[in-house]
């Protein structure tokens, strides 16, 4: 079946310790994103990818890093400059670069907390 | 900057009845999309429905519908013979502009009683 893997599910960071969270996804989709949720809040784009070999920040981009070699995967690294990293971290996609008007299909999440 | 918000934290609807969810949104494009999205328990985020803000009809998918008030920048969400399983965090989503990203409203937490 077609779609979004995230690992882990769970993840804890020690004090200024950088730690990757994978995503891959076999749905042949161009696109693809990072978002963070926090609770009570809706969710906030961290970067986003349109293409292989190119990725923008999002709104929240200070103390996070990824990269796009692949098409089928876009990790993102929660670095010791994210002072506040605990938060549910959920990957996207979509079929064409453009979220505003495509749907997003997501995975499962992976849960970062602080140690 | 477009705004997205939702301004039910909470809302609960007994099994079999109709719940409306509120979204209200700020924006000075003309042509734009708006989704609501599914949060169930598991976590992961499923699409519910779409609008296109340049079709008067309003979308309907099975159960859920949307009352699209362009004029009042409203977007309610419908959900009819409510279901156990239609328990979840429901997000509304706004995409427009030259972007490439949705903006979320916080949510609307939905419980469903027997």
């Known amino acids: 079946d077609g779609g979004i893997t995230q690992s882990p599910k769970y993840l804890f960071r020690k004090e200024g310790q950088n730690v990757t969270l994978s995503c891959e996804q076999n749905?042949?989709?161009?696109?693809m994103y990072w978002y963070r949720q926090d609770p009570g809040q809706g969710l906030r784009l961290i970067y986003y990818?349109?293409?292989?070999?190119?990725?923008q920040k999002g709104d929240i981009a200070e103390g996070y890093s990824v990269s796009r070699e692949k098409k089928e995967s876009f990790p993102l690294t929660v670095t010791s400059a994210q002072k506040n990293p605990t938060a549910f971290y959920l990957c996207?996609?979509?079929?064409?670069?453009?979220?505003?008007?495509?749907?997003?299909?997501f995975g499962s999440g992976t849960q970062l907390s602080v140690l | 900057a477009q705004t997205v918000t939702q301004s039910q934290p909470e809302m609960s609807v007994q099994e079999a009845e109709t719940v409306t969810l509120s979204c209200t949104y700020d924006?000075?494009?003309?042509?734009?999309?708006l989704f609501w999205y599914k949060q169930p328990p598991s976590r992961q985020m499923i699409l519910v429905i779409r609008?296109?803000?340049?079709?008067?009809q309003n979308a309907t998918e099975n159960r859920f519908s949307v009352n699209f008030q362009k004029a009042a920048k409203s977007f309610s969400l419908k959900i009819s013979d409510s279901q156990l399983g239609d328990a979840a965090m429901y997000f509304c989503?706004?995409?427009?502009?030259?972007?490439?990203?949705?903006?979320f409203g916080k949510g609307t937490l939905l419980t469903v009683n027997p």
């Open positions: 996207a996609s979509s079929i064409l670069p453009g979220a505003t008007n495509e749907k997003l299909f």
């Open positions: 749905l042949n989709h161009d696109a």
């Open positions: 990818s349109q293409i292989v070999n190119d990725f």
């Open positions: 924006t000075s494009e003309s042509d734009y999309y």
């Open positions: 609008q296109e803000a340049y079709k008067q």
């Open positions: 989503a706004y995409g427009g502009g030259s972007n490439y990203k949705l903006t």
